[in-house]
């Protein structure tokens, strides 16, 4: 049963904001976030004055001010570890908090009835969907005992190349696999200025993973050719010292996981392309391949059809017209990572999702879930 969110005595002339209807709250809505963005110093929201509005509990606000957007959680690994520097692993432990919140203040349906809601201008209050990107080890053995517990529906987009056959050698996906071959380099430093970018000090966890999303957002610039030359020279350099079993974390799930998964019932599969490919970088010849082989090759092994798209990276530089123009003619619905809650009438093909990484303590998931933060872009 979905609960209320117990009001606070802060901002109190907007408490009667939870019973107004959405036609009149949107005065309210404005008027509450030019406030807040003054309040704040402007957009971003600095961190301190979002901490001060998570310890007054003012998600409540959020929620009654959006309460008939559509919220799409976006997850991509878990860990059994309590801490990772990998922003994309969130701890089982908080990830199980998270979904009890959602499940007791939520009406957590399917994607498919996420949808049908949003093409009938009928979303009902608080209603949440979850998804997972990637096809992570994690999102079997860690995440799906979690939602099965709960009775939580999910929806997997699978970056079809990633997942293997049962027994096959490992794979990753390709910025994970800078992780694990500068963590098994034994290095202090990375130099990478022969390739156009910098060189790193990856001495620490910390200053590796921080290594990797600054090599990520470099080699994202790239066509694709030239990433995937850069990855060569890493990996020629260093695959010889990688222990797998360092790096289950980053492990695909197996086929044989994703056909029990979708006989179980309880999770769905959508289509991440093959290899997880900047789309915009790519010819059309290759945007086919890569996203409707995802597709076809998640359809041969399940035998169910594949309605759902999620574009890689998901940043709105990273999706060109022409990528947007396939996914319309060959899916009912693409995600984003836009992190934004989706309003009615909001396109199908450009879903909005909030991500959800492991810097989240409870207090700061339930505001930005809330949506408190979502004209914060």
Same mark, same amino acid.
């Given at each position: ?199 790193? *000090? $990856? %001495?620490? =966890? ?5 290594? !990797?999303?600054?090599? +990520? ?5 790239? @066509? ?93 530089? *990273? $999706? %060109?017209? =022409? ?5 319309? !003619?060959?899916?009912? +619905? ?5 992190? @934004? ?37």
């Amino acid at each position: 049963m979905i609960q209320p969110s117990p009001g606070i005595n802060v901002i109190e002339g907007l408490r009667h904001a939870r019973t107004i209807v959405p036609k009149r709250a949107e005065p309210f809505r404005r008027g509450f976030e030019a406030f807040t963005r003054q309040a704040t110093g402007m957009h971003p929201i600095k961190s301190t004055a979002k901490s001060v509005l998570e310890g007054l509990g003012a998600h409540w606000l959020g929620r009654s001010l959006y309460k008939h957007c559509a919220l799409i959680l976006m997850y991509h690994g878990l860990t059994p570890a309590k801490t990772s520097p990998d922003w994309g692993q969130v701890p089982a432990d908080k990830f199980e908090a998270q979904m009890h919140y959602l499940k007791s203040h939520y009406n957590v349906v399917t994607l498919a009835r996420l949808l049908e809601m949003m093409a009938s201008r009928r979303v009902e209050p608080y209603t949440a969907t979850v998804t997972f990107d990637e096809g992570y080890g994690s999102t079997n053995k860690v995440a799906y005992p979690i939602l099965k517990k709960l009775g939580i529906p999910a929806t997997v987009y699978l970056t079809t190349g990633f997942i293997t056959p049962q027994h096959d050698p490992v794979r990753y996906i390709w910025s994970d696999y800078i992780s694990v071959l500068l963590t098994s380099s034994g290095e202090s430093k990375l130099d990478l200025r022969p390739w156009g970018s910098e060189e790193f *000090d $990856i %001495s620490d =966890a910390t200053r590796l993973y921080r290594a !990797r999303r600054r090599i +990520s957002i470099h080699l994202k610039a790239l @066509r694709t050719e030239d990433k995937d030359g850069v990855l060569k020279a890493l990996e020629d350099r260093y695959a010889d010292r990688i222990d797998h079993a360092q790096f289950t974390d980053y492990h695909p799930m197996t086929w044989e996981e994703v056909g029990t998964l979708q006989r179980e019932g309880l999770v769905g599969f959508g289509a991440h392309t093959r290899t997880h490919p900047i789309l915009s970088r790519l010819d059309d010849r290759h945007l086919e391949d890569e996203m409707l082989g995802s597709r076809d090759d998640i359809r041969s092994r399940l035998g169910t059809a594949v309605d759902d798209f999620a574009f890689p990276s998901g940043r709105r530089v *990273d $999706i %060109s017209p =022409a990528a947007l123009a396939l996914a319309r !003619r060959e899916f009912k +619905s693409a995600a984003t990572t836009v992190s @934004r809650l989706n309003r009615l009438g909001q396109d199908p093909h450009f879903l909005y999702r909030i991500g959800i990484g492991n810097d989240l303590q409870l207090p700061r998931f339930k505001v930005l879930i809330s949506g408190m933060y979502s004209f914060d872009k």
